[in-house]
């Protein structure tokens, strides 16, 4: 018996076995191409040789595969009685293909946890993954120390698909704010600014800025306000002018220009001079509408 399985030896597979292996477990593991898991195997990483194995082998399976659909199928189509055994899984879910693994686990006996990790495999290769977890509340309690041996575990409801939910609501501004940066750094690259003043000055931006802007976004928006700081107009013309400047150096402007709609939209519907956070009860941009170019702005 091990004390971690690992089904699945792509990226982020290989850093959990890892990273468990480093932190003390015995660890087995299975891909469906053995050369990958072969290429992990050392003194506390042994390969097995079937997915009934890598199931059997130990208390808790982590299934890191390409998609949920794969993660169910290679539970169910082991047979495998698993009472007394925790299943979790890190491929993305709704909540009802969530429910759709955990009733497999639970059919077969075994208890089912959802893993959203927040972060690459980098981060959890050195032990410094970020984990939330749903599911089963008794499963997490009995698992808990060996996620917080490889980083910090946060439970977050004991409603399958739970973790992942919330995991999209913490991350989903993440990659907007990657292209920005990246097409920032090739502003300054074209204006011959340095890169490590670029990295200064934008953490010394953000790290103000977020805690304020969270602080604002926490609040309800007064639309008898006299005045507001920023309005849903201002955001849109800023929106064309952003979308413009990227224009002109050659860069994509197309995050920009979907922006510019959605704050059109809103203008369109009134709320121009409202506080800008009124943006989220707008649900979608609308292909055809207004754009950068016929805003009057350039």
């Known amino acids: 018996m091990s004390d971690v399985s690992v089904m699945g030896a792509g990226a982020m597979g290989g850093a959990l076995a890892g990273a468990f292996a480093v932190s003390g477990a015995e660890v087995t ?34 299934v890191s595969v390409a998609d949920h659909e794969l993660a169910r199928n290679l539970v169910d189509g082991a047979g495998v009685d698993l009472r007394g055994k925790v299943v979790a899984s890190t491929s993305a879910v709704t909540l ?24 690459g495999a980098s981060e ?7 984990f939330l977890v749903s599911g089963d509340r008794a499963a997490y309690a009995a698992h808990r120390e060996w996620f917080e ?21 913490v991350i989903i501004g993440y990659l907007p704010m990657v292209v920005s940066l990246l097409q920032g750094l090739r502003i300054c690259e074209q204006h011959e600014f340095s890169s490590e003043w670029f990295k200064g000055a934008v953490l010394e931006f953000y790290t103000r800025q977020i805690r304020l802007l969270l602080d604002l976004l926490a609040e309800t928006p007064d639309p008898s ?26 860069l994509d402007s197309g995050m920009y220009d979907a922006l510019h709609r959605l ?5 369109t519907a009134g709320h121009g001079d409202d506080a800008w956070t009124r943006i989220a009860e707008h649900s979608a941009t609308r292909t055809g509408g207004s754009s950068p170019t016929n805003s009057g702005r350039e």
Do not use: C, H
């Not at 959890?124 to 970020?130: D, L, Q, W």
């Open 263 to 267: 704050f059109a939209a809103a203008s």
């Open 149 to 169: 041996r490889i980083g910090t575990a946060t439970y977050v409801d004991d409603v399958p698909g739970a973790a992942y939910v919330s995991g999209n609501a």
């Open 225 to 250: 306000a006299a005045e507001v700081e920023g309005s849903v107009d201002v955001m849109r013309d800023w929106a064309a002018e952003l979308a413009a400047l990227l224009r002109g150096m050659g």
């Open 124 to 130: 959890v290769r050195s032990g410094a993954g970020v």
């Open 29 to 62: 593991i299975w891909n469906r191409t053995r050369e990958k898991a072969e290429a992990l195997s050392g003194p506390r990483i042994r390969v097995a040789e079937s997915v009934a194995e890598t199931l059997s082998s130990s208390p808790l399976t982590i």
């Open 96 to 119: 009802d293909q969530a429910e759709a693994i955990d009733a497999v686990v639970s059919t077969a006996g075994g208890q089912y946890l959802d893993l959203a990790i927040l972060g």
